[in-house]
């Protein structure tokens, strides 16, 4: 039997989450994609508490003008980086959530990285 798209990426979620995991001092930057939007949030899986979060429907990056999503994705990363700084996190742990490491998931990981995290 085929195994949907839904699987395969819930089956690698999961095995990317055995080895990555947020604490206080290196939380968990985690990415959600969707086919219009796409969110990350910055959790400490310790207290299960999100700390920050910014996603392409935030108004500073839905009324920005770009081009495509990787843009906009990227402009994601900057806004949760900002955030992220404000709130006294410079290092985290990066999880694509069973995405591939490719796209938008790229663009947003290097536009954090742009504005000033760490991973």
Not at 9 to 18: C, V, Y
Not at 59 to 88: D, P, R
Not at 92 to 114: C, M, N, P, Q, T
């Amino acid at each position: 039997m085929a195994v949907s798209k839904q699987d395969r990426r819930n089956k690698l979620r999961k095995r990317i989450r055995r080895d990555i995991n947020g604490t206080q001092g290196r939380p968990r930057l985690s990415v959600f994609r969707s086919n219009k939007e796409i969110y990350a949030q910055i959790v400490n899986d310790v207290d299960g508490k999100t700390l920050v979060s910014a996603s392409s429907r935030d108004k500073e990056v839905a009324s920005a003008t770009v081009e495509n999503k990787i843009e906009q994705a990227a402009l994601v990363g900057k806004a949760i980086a900002e955030k992220a700084l404000k709130a006294g996190i410079e290092t985290i742990s990066f999880d694509r959530g069973g995405y591939l490491y490719h796209g938008r998931v790229k663009s947003l990981a290097e536009g954090a990285r742009e504005g000033g995290l760490k991973f």
